[in-house]
């Protein structure tokens, strides 16, 4: 049976992951650079992987990205430059055309745990609902399959004993490094046949962030099909 709506899962390379979380914490403890306010800053950048499509599951594998050094990044905010999606992905189809454009990530930086959790920091804020819905240039490179990532970081204050991540939601994990805890989030777009540009964040389902659990073996899991 063909599903009405998508069912998508979201992988993310280990590079990905290492690179994502190197620009959370470079922005949020030395900034970008500027004299005053040094530290605090959003940051964002592009992500490139691949799609596969089956009949009731998109994979999207999240591979690499690039961290936008044109963007201007605030304490509260991060606006990417109008042409910087498009010239990196020019240069992308050039160099790596086994690649799609699908999505970008921006963080979230909070003071304290107590800050991040009061606000809910690892979720998608109205503004970043409204921006993604209407970037009619990725919806095009992503093929109507584009995601948006967000990731909250803030610094403990204990450092506790933690081994893996731990899943918040079929969207959200978290995890931590050093002093630094972190919470991913991915919200995915297509396209619904009476609704137009949809979101699984506003729909509450449709999307399964496969961080940790690489080797998860559903039960009657089998993999040699030619044997009985
Ligand atoms: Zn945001």
């Not at 069912?7 to 922005?27: C, G, N, P, Q, Y």
């Not at 530290?39 to 009949?55: L, V």
């Not at 073996?217 to 099909?225: H, I, K, P, T």
Request: glycine content about 8%; proline content about 3%.
């Amino acid at each position: 049976m063909k599903l009405r709506n998508p069912i998508f899962r979201v992988k993310l390379s280990d590079a990905l992951v290492e690179s994502m979380t190197l620009a959370a914490v470079e922005a949020y403890v030395l900034g970008v650079g500027k004299k005053g306010k040094v530290s605090g800053f959003e940051t964002m950048g592009y992500i490139w992987g691949y799609r596969k499509k089956t009949d009731n599951v998109i994979v999207l594998y999240l591979d690499r990205m690039s961290l936008s050094v044109s963007a201007k990044k605030s304490s509260n905010s991060v606006k990417p430059n109008e042409y910087a999606a498009e010239l990196k992905n020019n240069i992308v189809q050039q160099l790596s055309p086994q690649l799609m454009l699908l999505g970008d990530f921006h963080t979230h930086p909070y003071y304290d745990l107590e800050e991040c959790k009061s606000c809910r920091g690892w979720e998608f804020s109205d503004h970043d609902k409204r921006f993604f819905l209407g970037d009619d240039f990725l919806w095009e490179a992503a093929d109507s399959t584009p995601i948006n990532i967000v990731i909250a970081v803030c610094r403990l204050g204990r450092v506790q004993e933690k081994v893996g991540a731990t899943i918040i939601s079929e969207c959200v994990w978290q995890y931590d490094v050093g002093e630094f805890r972190f919470w991913i989030n991915v919200n995915v777009g297509y396209m619904h046949p009476m609704d137009g540009r949809v979101t699984t964040e506003e729909k509450g389902e449709g999307v399964f962030l496969d961080f940790d659990a690489r080797f998860y073996n559903g039960a009657g899991n089998r993999v040699a099909s030619h044997v009985d």
